[in-house]
């Protein structure tokens, strides 16, 4: 088997992993974090770290942050983003160890889909947060990237790259 074929579902296999770490975090800061402190309510319950398989199964991942995010509960935080991007993440697996041609061009193109789901899934996590959080404080309820998040997006942009690579070397005829 080509070495270079087994690079990028490496690099998708990596990004399936990754599901695991935390993508986001929601937090409070500011004023209303003060004066819920001043009443004993402990900083680290004002927090919720979402790990891919989190958004996957539209779960908030400890009691004490759906406590305190009594706004974000009901269907949950299950985007249809973060399924098809799991979907797609496991699907590159499978075909972009293709021989030839149509896995360098699977590879490319599912790490751009995977790069651009990623992307519009932190837009969506941040507009549905915000949304469900704005008759109470919204102005304190931020969103934040994690390394997860992070991670995966780098291998996905790196595995296109690669996937755009063998292409091109396909093309060449070498």
């Known amino acids: 088997m080509d070495k270079r074929?087994?690079?990028?579902?490496?690099?998708?296999?990596?990004?399936?992993?990754?599901?695991?770490?935390?993508?986001?975090?929601v937090s409070c800061s500011g004023e209303a974090v003060e004066q819920l402190q001043d009443v004993g309510v402990d900083r680290s319950r004002l927090r919720i770290e979402l790990?891919?398989?989190?958004?996957?199964?539209?779960?908030?991942?400890?009691?004490?942050?759906?406590?305190?995010?009594?706004?974000?509960?009901?269907p949950g935080?299950?985007?249809?983003?973060?399924?098809?991007?799991?979907?797609?993440?496991?699907?590159?697996?499978?075909?972009?160890?293709?021989?030839?041609?149509?896995?360098?061009?699977?590879?490319a193109v599912l790490g751009l889909v995977a790069f651009a789901l990623l992307m519009l899934l932190g837009w969506?996590?941040?507009k549905e947060v915000h949304e469900r959080t704005m008759r109470s404080a919204h102005e304190f309820v931020f969103v934040r990237w994690e390394e997860g998040a992070w991670a995966v997006a780098g291998l996905t942009a790196l595995a296109s790259a690669h996937g755009l690579l063998r292409v091109r070397r396909h093309e060449r005829g070498s």
């Open 5 to 25: 074929r087994v690079l990028t579902p490496s690099l998708f296999g990596l990004a399936a992993i990754l599901f695991l770490l935390p993508f986001f975090s």
């Open 124 to 126: 969506a996590v941040d």
């Open 77 to 107: 935080i299950a985007h249809p983003l973060a399924i098809a991007l799991a979907a797609v993440v496991f699907g590159a697996i499978l075909l972009s160890g293709l021989p030839g041609r149509p896995g360098a061009a699977a590879a």
């Open 51 to 74: 790990t891919g398989a989190d958004l996957v199964l539209g779960r908030i991942p400890n009691r004490e942050a759906r406590a305190a995010y009594r706004e974000l509960e009901g």
